[in-house]
């Protein structure tokens, strides 16, 4: 019904900056939030951060400053922008979306989005 394309992903030096995307596409009415995970390895998946449709933002202890999410209803994207990334930063990011599938929906629907590898190393 829902699929996510996340795109961005690449190596960096610290320091450095980079930007994920992610578009969903599908039948669905609207978008209810968006967000990024991330999942090193050896390590638990964690939130990195969400936005609602009302612009609401919640940003991981680890990333805040650092980080920022935005979405574009239009489009349908959603968007991280990453600078002075460290290399505690490299794992693989996941797009995360949930989405109202029709008008008048009384919960949204939870898609997740193919990984993007980020690696920060110099």
């Known amino acids: 019904q829902v699929q996510l394309q996340a795109s961005g992903g690449g190596l960096v030096k610290p320091g450095g900056s980079l930007r994920l995307s992610c578009t969903a596409s599908?039948?669905?009415?609207?978008?209810?939030?968006m967000g990024w995970f991330r999942q090193a390895p050896g390590k638990e998946r964690e939130k990195v951060a969400v936005?609602?449709?009302?612009?609401?933002?919640n940003y991981a202890d680890s990333v805040k400053g650092r980080f920022t999410i935005s979405l574009d209803h239009a489009k349908k994207e959603v968007y991280l922008q990453m600078s002075s990334l460290i290399p505690d930063d490299t794992a693989v990011y996941y797009c995360?979306?949930?989405?109202?599938?029709?008008?008048?929906?009384?919960?949204?629907?939870?898609?997740w989005g193919q990984g993007t590898l980020v690696t920060v190393s110099s």
């Open positions: 936005i609602t449709a009302g612009g609401h933002t």
């Open positions: 599908g039948t669905f009415f609207s978008v209810n939030r």
């Open positions: 995360n979306a949930g989405v109202f599938l029709e008008a008048g929906a009384w919960k949204s629907s939870d898609y």
